[in-house]
T-cell receptor, first 110, second 115 residues
Framework: LAKTTQPISMDSYEGQEVNITCSHN???????ITWYQQFPSQGPRFIIQ???TKVTNEVASLFIPADRKSSTLSLPRVSLSDTAVYYC???????????FGGGTRLMVKP | KAGVTQTPRYLIKTRGQQVTLSCSPI?????VSWYQQTPGQGLQFLFE???????NKGNFPGRFSGRQFSNSRSEMNVSTLELGDSALYLC??????????????FGPGTRLTVL
């Protein structure tokens, strides 16, 4: 599974747009990019998944450049409840062994 | 549709004891994976079961074992507990294959404390 690199932490304020970038230089052709959100003492929650270009759902957008060596999770107009750890994962259909990195701890301030 | 459920939610054991944790996947999901989360090591993959067979296994000692039943429910067992086994144990289910197009859905976890 491709290794990912994300910032350890980020701070933002309510109402701002937050962009978290993940680097995955060794991404394979069959790999997809998936982002999870985790609150303390809870299981990770799926946010969004993509393969290339841009994917948008009701919660976030995922931007993937043509070379796919990085991806950016965009959270529009964050609120205090978006304070959480965000994980970027890269993997293929080869199995269910999700490899979590350290994640990005997002702190949203009032 | 009900989410992934895990029982018990909290557990306190002493060193040397054994423990069994249970996971009920989302209805229709056939794959169940287990993860251990600690402050020091983060989220680590334990093993994955599909159709009652272990398909993948992480780098954990043999004290950690699991199984899956015909209804896709899964249990994991930890024998001869050590202090370092204190962690949040998470179960995730998916339809068939996860990792890319098949999303894994996580349960709330079981918080195990070993004294």
């Amino acid at each position: 599974l491709a290794k990912t690199t994300q910032p350890i932490s980020m701070d933002s304020y309510e109402g701002q747009e937050v962009n978290i970038t993940c680097s995955h230089n060794n991404i394979a052709t069959n790999d997809y990019i998936t982002w999870y959100q985790q609150f303390p003492s809870q299981g990770p929650r799926f946010i969004i998944q993509g393969y290339k270009t841009k994917v948008t759902n009701e919660v976030a957008s995922l931007f993937i450049p043509a070379d796919r060596k990085s991806s950016t999770l965009s959270l529009p107009r964050v609120s205090l409840s978006d304070t959480a750890v965000y994980y970027c994962l890269v993997g293929s259909n080869a199995g269910n062994m999700l490899t979590f990195g350290g994640g990005t701890r997002l702190m949203v301030k009032p | 549709k009900a989410g992934v459920t895990q029982t018990p939610r909290y557990l306190i054991k002493t060193r040397g004891q054994q423990v069994t944790l249970s996971c009920s996947p989302i209805s229709g999901h056939r794959s169940v994976s287990w993860y251990q989360q600690t402050p020091g090591q983060g989220l680590q993959f334990l093993f994955e079961y599909f159709s009652e067979t272990q398909r993948n296994k992480g780098n954990f000692p043999g004290r950690f074992s699991g199984r899956q039943f015909s209804n896709s429910r899964s249990e994991m067992n930890v024998s001869t507990l050590e202090l370092g086994d204190s962690a949040l144990y998470l179960c995730a289910s998916s339809l068939i294959l996860a990792g890319s197009t098949d999303t894994q859905y996580f349960g709330p976890g079981t918080r195990l404390t070993v004294l």
